[in-house]
């Protein structure tokens, strides 16, 4: 495989993902369960791929440069539903900020001190204390609080599936039952997973679910480069 | 025979209807890509902005953060409308999970120190994900329904 031109490599990393993002279209909408989650399932693919071929990440570098291209572009597009579900979040801003505040920071600090008392390493600390903003926006913080980005970017696709798939059970188990409060819990922890997971449940808490991902990313970001340096240690 | 021409003439429309769709899916395809294109492109901009703003000034925060909340900012003001970025920002949101592959196959690289911690990493994201949704559930449903401001929701 080392006689492959660099461009046929980065050509075929390029179709092997989106064969395998294609793929776990198809597998989600036959077999839904957390291990059809896309990125999941397209991420184990083009690994086994890759692995299989003897290409390494360094030689899929340039094709992850042009996939991640629209990445920022789609960041810049989250503004649109927080933006068209503002109103219901605003109506009711004590309870859903407090709400938002309490589980983003909660969560972080939680997150940080189990990993400390677990003896995992700071680097795997400071990945996973942000876990529970959505990915584009996690990775980047990764990166300015000297966490690693490809490890942040799974521990939240696995927050998402936790929380989307377990959330809902929980939260019938201990009565949190109003639907602002269910599309908050959802969309601040599991971010856009638990957001698909509130639309689900309802338009009020799929609305809510929406803003409370956005303004999670937000608080989380602002947090981290407080809370992260203590925790990490 | 009236039958017939009748059918015939029903399979010549059901011809000529076809060919009229097919057309106008092509010219519907190239109308979307003129579009969808300027949608791209502002909201790359308004990235490459947000990039450029934090860096300027030196600002701790995801430059895509500051772009998502400069477009916030740009419609609650009304200088941009949501129908501008439409087709283009939904399709990118419906499909963002397949920008996060290229990122996640990075583990590739760091699997024998995801295996070393597996259990303790699965132990960490499960409590926090639980105590998180528990606390953002408990805070904002007491808040809530307190007697005083027990109000029907929408």
């Known amino acids: 495989m080392t006689a492959l031109p660099g461009a046929a490599v980065t050509g075929l990393g390029i179709a092997v993902t989106i064969g395998a993002y294609a793929l776990s279209l198809r597998a989600r909408k036959r077999y839904p369960s957390p291990l059809t989650t896309p990125v999941l399932f397209s991420t184990a693919i083009v690994v086994a791929v890759l692995l299989g071929s003897g290409i ?16 920022g572009p789609a960041t810049v597009a989250l503004a649109l539903p927080l ?5 219901v979040f605003f109506r009711n801003i004590v309870p859903a900020g407090c709400g938002l505040l ?72 201990l009565g949190i039952t109003h639907p602002v409060s269910r599309g908050l819990a ?10 698909a997971e509130a639309v689900a449940e309802g338009q009020l808490s799929g ?24 925790l990490a240690g | ?29 190239l109308e979307q890509a003129a579009i969808v294109a300027p949608q791209l492109a502002g909201l790359w901009a308004l990235n490459v902005a947000g990039v450029w ?31 501008w970025f439409e087709p283009a920002g939904s399709f990118l949101i419906k499909h963002l999970a397949f920008f996060f592959v290229p990122i996640t196959v990075g583990l590739m690289d760091s699997g024998p120190l995801l295996l070393a911690h597996g259990l303790a990493i699965m132990v960490v994201l499960a409590v926090s994900a639980a105590v998180g949704i528990l606390l953002a559930g408990f805070v904002s449903q007491w808040l809530l329904t307190r007697p005083r401001r027990r109000r029907a929701e929408p």
Request: a positive charge; glycine letters at 12%; one cysteine or more.
């Open chain 2, 53 to 83: 703003a934090v860096r300027k000034a030196a600002l701790p925060v995801p430059g895509n953060l500051v772009g998502m909340l400069a477009l916030y900012g740009l419609l609650a003001l009304g200088v941009v409308k949501l129908a």
């Open chain 1, 207 to 230: 609305a809510v679910a929406g803003v409370a991902m956005g303004l999670g990313a937000v608080c989380t970001s602002l947090a981290a480069l407080y809370v992260v340096p203590l």
């Open chain 1, 186 to 195: 959802l969309g601040t922890i599991s971010h856009g997973q638990g957001t």
């Open chain 1, 56 to 71: 390494s990440f360094a030689d899929y570098g340039p094709a992850k440069q042009i996939m991640t291209f629209l990445l």
């Open chain 1, 83 to 87: 933006y068209k579900n503002r109103r």
């Open chain 1, 102 to 173: 309490a589980g983003s920071l909660g969560t972080m600090i939680v997150a940080g001190l189990t990993a400390r008392v677990l003896g995992i390493t700071p680097l795997l600390t400071s990945s996973i204390a942000i876990k529970s903003a959505t990915v584009p926006i996690a990775v980047e913080i990764a990166a300015i609080i000297h966490g690693a980005p490809a490890l942040t970017a799974i521990f939240v696709v696995m927050t998402g599936m936790l929380g989307a798939s377990l959330g809902p059970w929980l939260m019938n188990r």
């Open chain 2, 1 to 29: 025979m009236d039958e017939i021409s009748d059918a015939m003439a029903a399979g010549g429309e059901a011809v000529i209807v076809g060919r009229a769709a097919g057309h106008s899916r092509v010219l519907g395809r």
